[in-house]
């Protein structure tokens, strides 16, 4: 029996294409210019891990089902694993390598103090997406925040104590 | 020993590196003229390779090589060199070994490029043609081919079944309250958020530095010497952070072997990495059906108890677990058969997954036990505390220690039991019918001979290490808190060290017996560092020469003599008089056989759910879960209640929505993704509360440690489905339990 081949691919009996050629582009990531040469299938996740060493940036699906790779990108979060790092030129990332000012940003502390992680790989991505979550200013209740940060999956279970460290960061915002 | 930090509530120690994006798994080591390999896996089940087209892939510019059976180099000959200490029985799966294809997921070529978009591409257009055989999958259709496992070395950790005691069968005709039935749940996917990856640094000819993902360095330097003929010397693993595992890394993974073999052959560095689909091409938890027929007399008390289990296994190995022995450890009964059988399937191994076995044992008990307490009029709790036992029927020993009467009324009374009317369908909140459960959870407590060693200098720092393992259950933390009160030192001078086969021998992290084990190690290397000092300080001080280490108290970082006439000396000072400023001391930490052996060992918990069902849609939400734990000694209530809530939403995930489902007619897992294989979100989880019920058990250990990794698992889904009994007066025995299940 001949199987199916594993990519169906219509153009079975050329040859595959030459590649894209390399593009040199600039990204700005926590608040530096940085010059990286990739082809323009590179993920904005594996520029970052990969051309860049921002490896806190962590990828645990490369489909967007789980949200480890959530980074700012204007403020806003984005999973980095579902966009190009070509057409993020010109744009501000922010990466958990660059989320706090000086010292800790308060998420990473509330994060802390609540043990609000296991194994820490989905972790940046929950606190980056955290900190996007409240400045889009939609969470009001402890049910708006298990809702909005439902796109961040953590497998050893620490849910409940990352809302906890959540609510504690929203509730000293709010007080200020 | 003052205990000033040993039992409070400490961060975790490792939790800076890991918020802020520090702490390095292994994919992240981006070393010099990395290559990178992508794998190809074979999408039959059952048959052989006729051929593989390679052509267009070697096309592809920057792909440097691509392995398959047919060119890959050779590696040891004998199966037993592929046996790693969580090896079953059998015949280790061995990577492109040979033509034949014996599951569906099996790596079968490999391209290594100078990207990994490049090696990801070119794997893309390699195709494969198959003679392929009829294939076996599906565990309920081949229950003819169960048959008794093989026995083997894993045997020791993994018992079977006890003889049966009297005649269960016939006692079970006459009890005159029988219950039980059919339970069936199918295969569950570790899925650790961080997927397998090695990177292999090519240090030297023949010398490896490998950053592996791994709940064992040792284990996967062993592997790889043992496989690659290479010296334990020049193969150094290093597993530091390790994203998850769950006893996925008990083994060593295939992204292990190829990198290696690529490694060595090609002599560059090489990284692969699993994506998620292939997260599903290994070990999981097996697909079982297990049977139970109870019966009790008119009073509730059991008289027959009978638990049978088939599960699935692959071709080649014989993976157990420890699934029908349960049943008669928690409750007495004088007719007792147990039976657990294997059927063998074109399915890759099953492995170790939290709690493996006791999660899939004692759903059937704890539910069987609850329709008992039903048919006999009983309240759930009351039934159990009539069926209690201080000893371990299946041994006839006594338990160590056992504080599940307790845990029963902690749990009860946060829980609001006394409340719940008895009469399922009873309790409502608008259209949706409200359920109270509870169930019982065991674990043994195992403890196995670890190594670790102290090393103090002369800036007052201790460093401690061992080549055990932290996936996220504390080890670091609460080690550094055992070795600070050992050594009376404050816990800022004190680190932890782990995850390096060049440190101090530690088996492979799991079972829940990695915090008694190790933490033994610890303790017997502070103790043999504080003889050292003591012998320094009569080496350097005359005083000292009479002095005993019975006389002296290790407190603030001084050596301080009962007898006052004689003046403490810090461990400073007697770092700073030693060769090379330091004083250190390597050791054993070795499980009290002698004192262990007369007792059974074990956690215990009492869980009680609250479940909120639509009773329109079936949709079933977990509203509350009480969790008491009694666990011996509970080194950080903050770590360990954390470990505890972790289990518990693996418990709900267990309950209600895990499954990898497979098309028999292929052999292969349909949902091979996150958004397909579902496991619950921030908004599925809701009130969860741990209570640590006191328990003093100095017989486990010096420490009294009995573990926590597993426990928080067991009798959560059991007590979930007692709910939704409770709630709807329907008894679903399969997991998960679905919508449809309840419509």
Redesign the interface.
Known sequence: ???????I?NEHDK??A??APELDIVLRVNGHDRTITV?P??TLL?AL??RL???????????G??G?CTVLVNGKRINSCLTLAVMQTGNDIT???GI?QDG?HPM??A???H?A????????GQ?CSAIGMLNEGHAHTR?D???L???????????????DAIMEVKEAQGNE | MQQKYIGKAI??V????????????A??Y?VPDLHYGYV?NS??ANGEIEKINLT??A????VVKIYTHENRPSTAWLSLNYADMDAPPGKPFVPMHNNKVVYNGQPIAMVVAK????AR?AA?????????DKSDTDLVANLQNARDPKKGLASFLKPPPPKPKGNAAKAYEAAPLKAGGSFYHGVEHH?????FATTVVYEDKDKLKIYDKTQGSVNTQMYVANVFGLKFKDVRVLSP??????GSGLRPQYQLFLSVMAALDMQCNVRL?L??HQMFTFGHRPATLQNTFYGADADGKLQSIQHESVAETSTYEDYTEIVVNWANMIYPSPNVNLQYKLAPLNMASPMDMRAPGGATGMHPVEITIDELAHQAGMDPVEFRLLNYTDEDETTGKPYSSKELKECFKQAAEKFGWAKRNPQPRSMRRGHKLVGWGMATGIWEAMQVPTRAEAILTADGKLTVRSATAD????TYTVMAQIAADAMGMSLDNVTFELGDSDMPFAPISGGSFTAASCGTAVQAACLGLKKKLLKKAQSTNAEYKSVNLDDIAFVDGQLQPTNSAVKPIAYTDLAAASKNKQIASKNMGWPQMMKQRKYTRAAHSAIFAEVEVDEDFGVVKVTRLVSAIAAGKILNP??A???I??????GISKALREESVMDHRIGRFMNT???EYH???????H??DVIFVEEDDQIVNDLGIKGIGEIGLVGVPPAIANAIFHATGKRVRNLPIKLNDLM
């Open positions: 029996m001949k199987s199916e081949p594993q990519v691919n040859l595959p030459a590649l082809r299938w590179v594996d891990r990969g060493d921002l490896t806190g940036t962590k990828k645990g699906c490369d489909h089902q789980c480890a990466t958990i390598e706090a800790m990473q502390q994060f802390i103090d043990d992680f296991q194994c820490g790989y989905c972790t940046p606190i049910g925040v298990q809702e940060m439902s796109g961040n999956l953590c497998r050893c279970g620490a849910y409940t104590n990352i809302v | 961060s975790r490792d939790g800076p590196a890991k918020v802020t994006g520090t702490a390095k798994y994919a992240e981006n190809v999408t039959i267009k892939a096309m592809v510019d920057g990207s990994f978009e490049v591409y893309s257009l390699i195709t494969v043609e198959y003679k392929a899925n650790p958020m961080e997927p952070f390790v994203g998850g595992a769950f990495t994506n998620r996936f996220g259950t504390g903050k770590t209640r954390s470990q809530l972790g289990g518990m939403v693996w993704n996150l958004g496991t619950p979100v921030n908004a599925d989880i009130q969860l």
